[in-house]
Nanobody, 124 residues
Framework: QVQLVESGGGLVQAGDSLRLSCVAS????????MGWFRQVPGNEREFVAA????????TYSDSVQGRFTVSRDNSKNTLALQMNRLKPEDTAVYYC?????????????????WGQGTQVTVSS
């Protein structure tokens, strides 16, 4: 098992940047592919980004491609999401998630462990 705790959310203006962090504890962090998802009340959880166990491979949703960057430091058990050129439509609760399968997924159902979420609000 792994426990995940997100931080770094907040209220920013459109065009600003934020960096989210996710700290993992428990089972070896490097044994999990990791993902970021976001959710607006009343909507389904939406895929944002994912990164492989080694950190060498990542993928993004079309809506954040080119603006967001996912990274991980397995020596520090941390996952990050650098969010640049934020837009009001990026407003959501952001979750990190861990998947112990070999290949990462863009589907929330594939992830076994979730953090509690951190709120990101982007004003226009």
């Amino acid at each position: 098992q792994v426990q995940l705790v997100e931080s770094g959310g907040g209220l920013v203006q459109a065009g600003d940047s934020l960096r989210l962090s996710c700290v993992a504890s428990g089972r070896a962090f490097s044994s999990y592919a990791m993902g970021w998802f976001r959710q607006v009340p009343g909507n389904e959880r939406e895929f944002v980004a994912a990164i492989s166990r080694s950190g060498q491979t990542s993928t993004y949703s079309d809506s954040v491609q080119g603006r967001f960057t996912v990274s991980r430091d397995n020596s520090k058990n941390t996952l990050a999401l650098q969010m640049n050129r934020l837009k009001p439509e990026d407003t959501a609760v952001y979750y990190c998630a861990a998947d112990d399968r070999l290949v990462f997924s863009t589907k929330s159902a594939a992830y076994d462990y979730w953090g509690q979420g951190t709120q990101v609000t982007v004003s226009s």
